[in-house]
């Protein structure tokens, strides 16, 4: 008998539990993760059912704002080996990802699982990377990709670093624009600390501030990188929300040197929005684009955060994140290479009540 496919049901939890613990010696989801993947809005959990019996399960995620879904997990029952199950669950994960607007899917597995990676090879998945140390018992991971529409694969050169800290998304943007213009630079927690220090606002009682555009330019120069700045408003920026005189006193006084610095190193500074052409066009020149977004979209939060523009596929700019959602499962592989539709990139690219729209674009000095 063909298994049903369905979505999972609180009812399930159990089920799904004994077939975690029959499957995985570690690494294992427990009954209260089950339960909060079911109810997640950007998760979908299916169920193979032979015979009103769970013969096993897949889960989906989905990154806000993204062409990505990633294959969490998928386990077929000690008893329904055999049976094509797993097969079902993943052209299932597949459809599912699709039906979600989803160009590419995801996935890690452990290196010394031959059978699933055989399984992964035969349906076309593509390996893109190996993470070292990835599971609990200290096993490395091989990490799967598989085009699910446009039949264009999606590489990038360009690599990817995770920020350490809350506040550092700008500066870790441009170490990998550095690492990428300059193989022999090497990201790291300091570097991502000096440049914070060197591109940030202020750092009051409050809390670390963040960067802002003429400031990671500026930065971006003195690393060695040409830079160019298009920023949609005149005079001080994230000031909106900053009640404390003294504090805005000090932002204010910070970018105006930002800016003489810019200005002192030649560094352009366009004032009007930048459309999608411009950053397509950057990216067509072999340059990468420092971009402000709103992290609403993405990750729920009305806060500003840098992502870095490194690809246009012809529907999508491709991003790196550095942001990683540890907390809802992301491993980097959900932040990596992001391919965003133009529409939805250009509505998360821009941050407040104004509408507020930055971007550097990055290059090496005297490319174009």
Request: aromatic share 8%.
């Amino acid at each position: 008998m063909p298994a049903e496919i369905r979505t999972a049901r609180a009812s399930d939890v159990d089920a799904l539990a004994a077939i975690e613990s029959a499957v995985f010696a570690g690494d294992r989801i427990s009954r209260r993760s089950f339960r909060k993947l079911i109810e997640r809005e950007t998760a979908e959990t299916l169920i193979a059912e032979i015979d009103g019996r769970v013969a096993g399960y897949t889960i989906v995620l989905f990154r806000k704002g993204s062409g990505v879904a990633r294959l969490y997990s998928l386990a077929t029952g000690p008893d329904f080996s055999g049976r094509g199950i797993g097969r079902a669950l993943l052209d299932a994960a597949e459809n599912t990802a699709f039906e979600h607007g989803r160009m590419l899917l995801r996935l890690e597995v452990r290196e010394d699982n031959q059978r699933a990676i055989a399984i992964y090879e035969k349906a076309s998945f593509r390996r893109i990377g190996r993470e070292a140390d990835y599971y609990e018992d200290g096993a490395p991971a091989l990490r799967f990709e598989k085009t699910l529409r446009g039949g264009t694969q999606v590489a990038t050169a360009v690599p990817f670093y995770e920020q350490t800290c809350d506040f550092t998304c700008g500066p870790c943007c441009l170490m990998m624009a550095m690492a990428h213009f300059d193989r022999g630079f090497v990201p790291d927690p300091v570097m991502e600390i000096r440049l914070w220090r060197e591109a940030t606002t202020v750092f009051m009682m409050s809390g670390p501030g963040g960067c802002e555009p003429f400031g990671l330019a500026v930065a971006a120069h003195e690393g060695g990188l040409a830079a160019e700045i298009l920023v949609s408003f005149h005079g001080a920026l994230f000031l909106q929300s900053v009640r404390s005189e003294e504090k805005r006193r000090v932002m204010e006084l910070a970018q105006v040197d930002f800016r003489r610095r810019a200005d002192s190193y030649g560094i352009p500074a366009n004032y009007r929005a930048f459309t999608i052409d411009d950053i397509r066009a950057a990216i067509a020149r072999g340059e990468l684009v420092l971009v402000l977004i709103s992290g609403f979209l993405m990750f729920g939060k009305k806060v500003p955060h840098w992502v870095l523009a490194i690809g246009d596929d012809g529907d999508h700019i491709l991003i790196h994140d550095p942001w990683v959602e540890d907390e809802r499962e992301e491993t980097q592989s959900d932040a990596a290479n992001i391919p965003v539709p133009y529409a939805i990139f250009m509505t998360m690219a821009q941050f407040g009540r104004d509408g507020l729209r930055a971007a550097i674009m990055l290059g090496k000095r005297g490319a174009r």
